[in-house]
Structures are given as structure tokens and as C-alpha cells.
């Protein structure tokens, strides 16, 4: 079974610096991979996902993620971070094949000190 | 876009009582919902799969009996906590997928439930 790990809990970083969000998963196959973003007591909101092709994908908001096979790892990155980009990120998986499920990290929060 | 609607956003009930909690996709058919629950600081751990017009499926260590699922029109799908206690209490996030297949269909949540239970 897919699994994921986002190593750290919480980042701060100061307004204007660079964001690098580290998640690795496990998974045998070919993963299909992403980033959503959670505001308090919201929903998720998808940022970018990863199918196959190009493994720098773009997403909204500025943010990109690169996928390494050799490390298993789908890092979210941000060139320079805005206050509003505060909020809990996770990392997803989900397997190809028919199953349609998402297994989630537990999340990073991010704050964004000015 | 495409959105998905949560209701309520918050509900405090006592405890032996049962709640009903509604997902509806406003713009869209929804051929498959996902329910999720979500406890402080922690990830989001799928609860079931619903599909429109079948039975949920459960995901394992998820009381069925409990948690019953509904999923009976191509926008709506429900989530009733059965005979709830205070161990219930979360925050409950559905999810609808647009089309039949995988991912290519993009996946929008609704903006969670806070279930307490006194």
C-alpha cells in the first residue's frame, strides 16, 4: 500500500524568502502525486499534481513540485513566499489501477512571519 | 469552477443522538465522493468511497454501521454519524470527483465539518 511522509511538522520562514516543503512516499508503481493547501477550518485546495511526463510540474499561486523517482520524493518549492501562503500543506498519493483513493501526509504548517 | 458545498460547517449535538451531514456538488455530477475525517494536527484519513447509486465502500476499522453513507442522486451524498459519542467529535471533509475513471478528473472538497458531541 501507498504511503507518505512530510518530514516536518512546521516551517516558518520570513515574507519574501524561499519555501521548499519536502514530502517522499512509498509506492511501488507509478505514483500519481500531489500538493493541496489548507486554510483554517477549510476545505483542501489542490496547488498541482503529478501524473507522468515533465517532473517539474507548475502549479497555482507560484508554487512548482519536482518529482524524483530515485528518491521517491515530490518537494514543493515556492521562489519567494507570501504572507497569505500561511496555512497546513499535505502531500498526497494515489495508486493508478483503478483506485481512485488518496492517501494523505500529515501535513506541514507553514507560517509566514513579516 | 467547480465546487463543492458542505452542510452544516458546524454542528454540537449530545451525545446518543445521530447527525446528518450533507455534501452536494453545485456544478457538477459527481460520480464518486469520498469522506474523510480529520483530527487535530493530523492528516486526513479516508473514512469511505461512495458511488453514486451502490454501496459505500469502507475503508478498514471504519464502523459502518456508524457512519452511513448515502449516495443517492449524481450531487449529493450524506454522512450520518449514528448514536454519536464524544470519541466522534472531528472534523469531516467530504470530496467529489467529476467523470467515471482516475485522476484526470480533479478531485474538490468541500470546506470540512466540525462535529462536537457533548
Known amino acids: 500500500a501507498q504511503s507518505v511522509t512530510q518530514p516536518d511538522i512546521h516551517i516558518t520562514v520570513s515574507e519574501g524568502a524561499s519555501l521548499e516543503l519536502r514530502c517522499n512516499y512509498s509506492?511501488?508503481?507509478?505514483?500519481?502525486l500531489f500538493w493541496y493547501v489548507q486554510s483554517p477550518g477549510q476545505g483542501l485546495q489542490l496547488l498541482l499534481k503529478?501524473?507522468?511526463?515533465?517532473?517539474l510540474v507548475q502549479g497555482i499561486k507560484g508554487f512548482e513540485a519536482e518529482f524524483k523517482r530515485s528518491q521517491s520524493s515530490f518537494n514543493l518549492r515556492k521562489p519567494s513566499v507570501h504572507w497569505s501562503d500561511a496555512a497546513e500543506y499535505f502531500c498526497?498519493?494515489?495508486?493508478?489501477?483503478?483506485?481512485?483513493?488518496?492517501?494523505f501526509g500529515k501535513g506541514t504548517k507553514l507560517t509566514v512571519n513579516p | 469552477g467547480a465546487v463543492v458545498s458542505q452542510h452544516p460547517s458546524r454542528v454540537i449535538c449530545k451525545s446518543g443522538t445521530s447527525v446528518k451531514i450533507e455534501c452536494r456538488s453545485l456544478d457538477f455530477q459527481a460520480t464518486t465522493m469520498f469522506w474523510y475525517r480529520q483530527f487535530p494536527k493530523q492528516s486526513l484519513m479516508l473514512m469511505a468511497t461512495?458511488?453514486?447509486?451502490?454501496?459505500?465502500?469502507?475503508e478498514q476499522g471504519v464502523e459502518k454501521d456508524k457512519f452511513l453513507i448515502n449516495h443517492a442522486s449524481l450531487t449529493l451524498s450524506t454522512l450520518t454519524v449514528t448514536s454519536a459519542h464524544p470519541e466522534d467529535s472531528s472534523f469531516y471533509i467530504c470530496s467529489a470527483r467529476g467523470g467515471r475513471g482516475t485522476y484526470n478528473s480533479p478531485l474538490h472538497f468541500g470546506n470540512g465539518t466540525r462535529l462536537t458531541v457533548t
Open positions: 509506492y511501488g508503481a507509478t505514483p500519481y
Open positions: 503529478y501524473f507522468s511526463g515533465d517532473t
Open positions: 498526497a498519493v494515489g495508486a493508478e489501477g483503478g483506485s481512485e483513493k488518496l492517501v
Open positions: 461512495s458511488n453514486e447509486g451502490s454501496k459505500a465502500t469502507y
